[in-house]
Antibody
Framework: QVQLVQSGAEVKKPGASVKVSCKAS????????ISWVRQAPGQGLEWMGW????????NYAQKFQGRVAMTTDTSTSTAYMQLTSLTSDDTAVYYC?????????WGQGTLVTVSS | EIVMTQSPATLSVSPGERATLSCRAG??????LAWYQQKPGQAPRLLIY???TRATGIPARFSGSGSGTEFALTISTLQPEDFADYYC?????????FGQGTKVEIK
């Protein structure tokens, strides 16, 4: 069965960086892209960006340009999302999801807390 | 970017009743529209894609309609497990965008 398993919760100080991993299984990794979506406490879903697992093309939301980097490791079927220069506004649950237009399978989410 | 606007923000419905949620796109997204259900503490679950196609395992009481800029998600007979947040999502163009969500609560 399709599964996306994300890394564990993180606590970071303002100005730091975080790197979240997303390990895929149960399907051919290179056949689908990966999108990253975040959700601040009590808020809605916010699309951050997408990466092609085929040719590593990326498309980032303007809001995160220059601060986000999405990468993949096809040898381990793992996607990564790194976010730099963290502020308290980045406190959120970060999700990876399999993307073929709609996103169908989601990871369990990774809580990133930014606090001094 | 394409702004997605959902209405109402909160929908109060009794179990067994019908619920209709709306989603409007700021410009045409053709049929590249998906609906997700999210319960507290859980990841979203895909319900509908292509505006009207139910995802695998989704009960027939969920139906989607619309194209272009106007879309709807209808839950024909609300079950206790259907009380949750619902989001529409356009994948017609980048950046992908979500609506702000509709909370379906028990009346």
């Amino acid at each position: 069965q399709v599964q996306l398993v994300q890394s564990g919760a993180e606590v970071k100080k303002p100005g730091a960086s975080v790197k979240v991993s997303c390990k895929a299984s149960g399907y051919i990794f290179n056949n689908y892209g990966i999108s990253w979506v975040r959700q601040a406490p009590g808020q809605g879903l916010e699309w951050m960006g997408w990466i092609s697992t085929f040719n590593v093309n990326t498309n980032y939301a303007q809001k995160f340009q220059g601060r986000v980097a999405m990468t993949t490791d096809t040898s381990t079927s793992t996607a990564y999302m790194q976010l730099t220069s963290l502020t308290s506004d980045d406190t959120a649950v970060y999700y990876c999801a399999r993307d073929w237009g709609p996103v169908d399978f989601w990871g369990q989410g990774t809580l990133v807390t930014v606090s001094s | 970017e394409i702004v997605m606007t959902q209405s109402p923000a909160t929908l109060s419905v009794s179990p067994g009743e019908r619920a209709t949620l709306s989603c409007r796109a700021g410009q045409s997204v053709s049929s590249n529209l998906a609906w997700y259900q999210q319960k507290p503490g859980q990841a979203p679950r895909l319900l509908i894609y292509g505006a009207s196609t139910r995802a695998t395992g989704i009960p027939a009481r969920f139906s989607g309609s619309g194209s272009g800029t106007e879309f709807a998600l209808t839950i024909s007979t609300l079950q206790p497990e259907d009380f949750a947040d619902y989001y529409c999502h356009q994948y017609y163009d980048y950046p992908r965008t979500f609506g702000q969500g509709t909370k379906v609560e028990i009346k």
